[in-house]
């Protein structure tokens, strides 16, 4: 970390470096404030350029330092804008790469800003539930177009410069430079160096259209939220930015920044947040492990999954060989891969040539010796062993040395796939989430055998797709869907003591999940777990039925594609309507089994659902199925929509209390079944997942 001041031709140049992200750490803000107090005092110098180092401007606060005394310890970058814009002299940011959050406070602060066109600038906060604290939500608003600004404050989505220097009428972007920013910069401080009085963002002022503007981006956060509070918090603050004076509305801002870091929700999304980055340390793999090249993918089979695999990579700029058992099979899976590229074309997220390109580096073949040079492959065929089998063993005999052979299977055992092959070190899971080219979450595999650095190889290829990797040991479901069971089997249980499906969905929604369990079902078809069960009953009688279910699917009732399922739907509408005839259906069942169809309170509903993914998540981090908790937890926020800032489910039961969790489990199961042995444990001595 350090900070190179440099005078040349009558501008100083002030660069601050603190790899990764140049952090406004306490140490940078120190600096900075050195450097324009030496640059303000040297009656040789007439501007200064503030700039980054490592080829970015800075991604914002340090977040480590959150809830540290460094965290306030002056100069806080409130005083150091404070300073800057009093300054006589003009001080030029010099933007290029990442613009973020205090990153861009700070610049906001100075006088000028000098941008690269590809430099992202954005207020980030309200992921992680807070607001920008420096002055951002003031300043933004008075530098663009009100709905502009309030987009970027109330979403955290990043612009380019390009796009915001288009905008008319904006102020934030001063000089679009190609490349060299700072030289660039420099040149332009020695234009403004004697115009005075020096510009403030500050003293612009506010445009126009406000309260329509804000209406409408308060109904869209709304809609984005789901009792996400942080988004209409940073709305309110740019409403004030347009009724109050300047000063007025930093003293908001500084208020409900401290009433924010203070709240669960940005505990919650900073828990998620560190949670993402160790999810990628695996304990026992030194982060020094050598990981393989990977330069050319093949994916076996191009069905629902293979296909989304295939793009991942495609899209990545990594060359991908399909392989399939016919040729129609290939055209089909082309087909839609070219679909879904046409698709993001017509929505203007893809340029032609883009999707162009990215088809180019697809080849598919029906002969194994085409995919015998890949460094990674990556099978996506039947979810039957005997076909994984007759894969593995081809794949075994025509592969290279060295090169890595995964499986998307999500229900198989992975040691026994592993031991189909001469080279079970070489094996290891990749298990993606349909559409897997959307889907951010990858549970990666680890077999017994399945050496370091595949692994570690796996991971990072992961990364680099753009998925968020969570290493999972091998059991039924992996860690996400083991989880899914026992949630469903909550919801149903639910069911059977009187709840409706809409009831259970509109508590889980409340709650912050796109979606409740009927929905979703109704969604994925009924008939698919049906088919599971019918199977399973045959296989053993004992097999606990469940009838509400199975008297949904015998009415023919599969969900959005028969037009009805656990809830109605009108043709061509997607909305689900509370069904009648489900009603009845879950009162019938209720009355048979005597139960009490009590009514069930929100809270109650939710608990029992989120305590079940609790229970077995516990179990499975008692396995070590899972590295550790935040992992589970990052699992869940990235696949199996958790709301983000709820942390995740063993998070939530931190924040509960486990021996409130502990004691709330006993009472929804009747004491039918003991809570998890890890949650006993730690709820008596009083500890958490998280710290334990
Ligand atoms: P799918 O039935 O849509 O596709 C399978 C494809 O494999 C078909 O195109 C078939 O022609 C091809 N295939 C079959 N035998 C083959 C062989 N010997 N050589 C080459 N290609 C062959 O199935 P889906 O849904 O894509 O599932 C594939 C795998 O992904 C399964 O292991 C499944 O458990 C797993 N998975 C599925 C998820 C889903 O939501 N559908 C989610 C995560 C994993």
Same mark, same amino acid.
């Given at each position: 970390m350090t900070t190179h001041y440099s005078v040349e031709d009558a501008v100083a140049i002030i660069r601050f470096d603190n790899p990764p992200v140049n952090g406004l750490s306490h140490a940078i803000r120190a600096d900075v404030r050195r450097g324009l107090r030496t640059a303000f005092e040297d009656a040789? /110098?007439?501007?200064?350029?503030?700039?980054?180092?490592?080829?970015?401007?800075?991604?914002?606060?340090?977040?480590s330092e959150f809830g540290t005394p460094n965290s306030g310890m002056e100069p806080s970058l409130s005083t150091l804008i404070a300073e800057m814009e009093n300054a006589v002299k003009p001080v030029i940011a010099a933007i290029e790469g990442t613009c973020f959050g205090g990153g861009l406070e700070l610049a906001l602060g100075a006088h000028y800003r000098v941008a690269t066109p590809t430099s992202r600038l954005g207020l980030p906060e309200v992921t992680l539930g807070l607001v920008p604290g420096a002055g951002g939500t003031q300043r933004l608003p008075r530098a663009l177009d009100l709905a502009t600004a309030a987009e970027m404050?109330?979403?955290?989505?990043?612009?380019?410069?390009?796009?915001?220097?288009?905008?008319?009428?904006?102020?934030?972007?001063? @000089?679009?430079?190609?490349?060299?920013?700072?030289?660039?910069?420099?040149?332009?401080?020695?234009?403004?160096?004697?115009?005075?009085?020096?510009?403030?963002?500050?003293? %612009?002022?506010?445009?126009?259209?406000?309260?329509?503007?804000?209406?409408?981006?308060?109904?869209?956060?709304? @809609?984005r939220s789901r009792g996400f509070h942080a988004p209409l918090a940073a709305l309110d603050l740019v409403e004030?930015?347009?009724?109050?004076?300047?000063?007025?509305?930093?003293?908001?801002?500084?208020?409900?920044?401290?009433?924010?870091?203070?709240?669960?929700?940005?505990?919650?999304?900073?828990?998620?947040?560190?949670?993402?980055?160790?999810?990628?340390?695996?304990?026992?793999?030194?982060?020094?492990?050598?990981?393989?090249?990977?330069?050319?993918?093949?994916?076996?089979?191009?069905?629902?999954?293979?296909?989304?695999?295939?793009?991942?990579?495609?899209?990545?700029?990594?060359?991908?060989?399909?392989?399939?058992?016919?040729?129609?099979?290939?055209?089909?899976?082309?087909?839609?891969?070219?679909?879904?590229?046409?698709?993001?074309?017509?929505?203007?997220?893809?340029?032609?040539?883009?999707?162009?390109?990215?088809?180019?580096?697809?080849?598919?073949?029906?002969?194994?010796?085409?995919?015998?040079?890949?460094?990674?492959?990556?099978?996506?065929?039947?979810?039957?062993?005997?076909?994984?089998?007759?894969?593995?063993?081809?794949?075994?005999?025509?592969?290279?040395?060295?090169?890595?052979?995964?499986?998307?299977?999500?229900?198989?055992?992975?040691?026994?796939?592993?031991?189909?092959?001469?080279?079970?070190?070489?094996?290891?899971?990749?298990?993606?989430?349909?559409?897997?080219?959307?889907?951010?979450?990858?549970?990666? /595999?680890?077999?017994?055998?399945?050496?370091?650095?595949?692994?570690?190889?796996?991971?990072?290829?992961?990364?680099?797709?753009?998925?968020?990797?969570?290493?999972?040991?091998?059991?039924?479901?992996?860690?996400?869907? @083991?989880?899914?069971?026992?949630?469903?089997?909550?919801?149903?249980?639910?069911?059977?003591?009187?709840?409706?499906?809409?009831?259970?969905?509109?508590?889980?929604?409340?709650?912050?999940?796109?979606?409740?369990?009927?929905?979703?079902?109704?969604?994925?078809?009924?008939?698919?777990?049906?088919?599971?069960?019918?199977?399973?009953?045959?296989?053993?009688?004992? %097999?606990?039925?469940?009838e509400i279910a199975d008297a949904l699917c015998e009415m023919g009732r599969f969900g959005q594609k028969t037009g009805s399922g656990w809830y109605d739907y009108q043709p061509g509408s997607r909305e689900p309507q509370p069904s009648p005839v489900v009603d009845a259906l879950v009162a019938a069942h209720s009355e048979r089994q005597n139960a009490s169809s009590a009514e069930f309170s929100r809270d109650e509903i939710v608990r029992r659902l989120i305590f079940s993914l609790v229970d077995e998540g516990a179990r499975i981090l008692d396995e070590d199925i899972a590295v550790r908790a935040s992992d589970i937890d990052v699992v869940y926020v990235s696949g199996y929509g958790f709301p983000r800032h709820r942390g995740g489910p063993m998070f939530y039961a931190d924040t509960f209390g486990l021996d409130r969790v502990v004691e709330a489990l006993r009472e929804f199961t009747d004491g039918a079944r003991e809570p998890a042995r890890l949650l006993q444990e730690l709820a008596s001595a009083g500890k958490t997942f998280n710290g334990r």
């Open positions: 040789n /110098v007439r501007a200064v350029v503030l700039a980054g180092g490592g080829g970015s401007f800075s991604a914002g606060a340090d977040i404050i109330s979403s955290g989505t990043p612009r380019t410069a390009e796009v915001l220097a288009s905008l008319t009428g904006q102020r934030l972007i001063d @000089r679009l430079v190609d490349h060299d920013v700072v030289p660039a910069a420099a040149r332009f401080a020695a234009e403004v160096a004697a115009v005075r009085p020096v510009p403030l963002i500050r003293d %612009f002022p506010v445009p126009d259209g406000g309260s329509d503007v804000l209406a409408e981006a308060r109904q869209r956060a709304q @809609r004030k930015a347009t009724t109050s004076s300047f000063e007025d509305g930093l003293a908001a801002e500084r208020q409900t920044f401290l009433e924010l870091v203070r709240a669960d929700e940005s505990h919650a999304l900073r828990h998620v947040f560190f949670a993402e980055r160790l999810a990628r340390k695996i304990p026992g793999v030194d982060g020094d492990t050598p990981t393989r090249p990977v330069d050319q993918v093949a994916v076996i089979g191009a069905g629902t999954m293979g296909g989304g695999i295939a793009m991942n990579f495609l899209d990545a700029g990594i060359p991908v060989t399909v392989l399939e058992t016919s040729q129609a099979a290939l055209d089909r899976g082309l087909a839609t891969i070219r679909r879904n590229y046409q698709a993001q074309v017509d929505k203007g997220k893809l340029t032609s040539a883009t999707a162009e390109n990215r088809m180019g580096v697809l080849a598919t073949t029906l002969d194994y010796r085409d995919v015998a040079q890949c460094d990674l492959v990556v099978e996506a065929v039947f979810e039957d062993m005997d076909v994984k089998r007759s894969v593995f063993t081809r794949l075994d005999e025509v592969t290279k040395t060295g090169a890595i052979l995964a499986s998307n299977t999500s229900t198989l055992d992975l040691d026994a796939i592993a031991g189909l092959t001469s080279r079970p070190h070489d094996v290891v899971g990749m298990h993606f989430f349909s559409p897997a080219n959307v889907m951010k979450l990858l549970e990666v /595999v680890r077999g017994r055998k399945t050496a370091d650095d595949v692994l570690m190889t796996a991971m990072e290829v992961g990364r680099r797709i753009g998925k968020t990797g969570v290493v999972s040991g091998v059991c039924d479901g992996f860690i996400g869907n @083991r989880m899914l069971a026992k949630y469903r089997a909550a919801a149903s249980r639910l069911l059977q003591e009187g709840a409706t499906p809409a009831q259970i969905d509109a508590a889980i929604e409340d709650f912050g999940f796109a979606m409740g369990p009927f929905r979703m079902a109704d969604l994925a078809g009924n008939d698919i777990g049906w088919a599971v069960r019918k199977r399973r009953y045959a296989e053993d009688p004992d %097999f606990p039925r469940d």
